[in-house]
């Protein structure tokens, strides 16, 4: 929903007050190296006005709430925004489940959910 969870490590990089090998981690996306144009557009990006624009659309949104790389207020916010929506909105949060679905049950419910989402709105 929005860079926040992440913007006090981007100040670090931008300042150079942590190492270099921390600073090259912190600017990995799925294992390949951003770059300082990359991360700037992404602190820009509202999300909140695109999902505006975008009430007429059914939303499907799965949240596992042990997830240690997207924190719950995401979740949070996206249902907030979404709340006087037009189209239908359904949120789920999976108690026992990380940002990887590792929880077998909880996977196979998100499966099924989204396996019903799409059969319902596509």
């Known amino acids: 929903f929005s860079g926040r969870q ?6 670090m990089v931008q300042s150079n007050k942590s190492d270099k090998k921390y600073m090259m981690e912190m600017m990995q996306v799925n294992s390949q190296q951003g770059s300082y144009r990359f991360f700037d557009e992404f602190f820009s990006i509202n999300i909140q006005s695109e ?11 799965i ?3 042990i997830d ?4 719950m207020q995401h979740a949070y916010d996206y249902e907030a925004c979404r709340r006087d929506a ?4 359904k949120f789920i949060k999976l108690p026992n489940t990380d940002h990887d679905f590792s929880n077998f049950e909880e996977r196979n419910k998100a499966l099924e959910e989204t396996v019903k989402w799409f059969s319902e709105h596509l």
Do not use: C, Y
Not at 6 to 11: K, L, S, V, Y
Not at 51 to 61: A, N
């Open 68 to 71: 240690t790389r997207v924190n």
């Open 63 to 65: 949240h596992g709430e």
């Open 86 to 89: 037009q189209a239908v909105s």
């Open 6 to 11: 992440w913007q006090d490590q981007w100040q």
């Open 51 to 61: 999902l505006l624009s975008l009430q007429h659309v059914p939303l499907l949104h």
